[in-house]
């Protein structure tokens, strides 16, 4: 399985910007569709954004779209999550997460994607 460590959470304003990495470990990394997930206190977790193996084709929740982008960088091992107008609803815990799951229906399958990361607190105030 794959090895996942996000970073690049923080407090910021709203309406600010920010951008997660997450860094694979393994040569097969491009192998792996990978996804962006939530979870904010007292809710359940949520679908972000996922991304194909060769960030050819990528996916976005509605509620972030046209704000958020997923991108990634092969060579690098590392999947990005570029934030902007961050909303203080924006507020949680991200993770990002691969194996086993393509990203078309990663959002419907998180219960079955293999690997996932210790999350990134990004914390939006008003």
């Known amino acids: 399985q794959v090895q996942l460590v996000e970073s690049g959470g923080g407090l910021v304003q709203a309406g600010g910007s920010l951008r997660l990495s997450c860094a694979g470990s393994?040569?097969?990394?491009?192998?792996?569709?990978v996804g962006w997930f939530r979870q904010a206190p007292g809710k359940e977790r949520e679908f972000v954004a996922s991304?194909?193996?060769?960030?050819?084709?990528?996916y976005t929740q509605n509620s972030v779209k046209g704000r958020f982008t997923i991108s990634r960088d092969n060579a690098k091992n590392t999947v990005y999550l570029q934030m902007n107008s961050l909303k203080p609803e924006d507020t949680a815990v991200y993770y990002c997460a691969a194996g086993g799951v393509a990203a078309q229906t990663m959002g419907a399958m998180a219960h079955r994607v293999g690997s996932w990361g210790q999350g990134t607190q990004v914390t939006v105030s008003s």
């Open positions: 991304i194909s193996g060769s960030g050819d084709v990528t």
């Open positions: 393994g040569r097969t990394f491009s192998n792996y569709a």
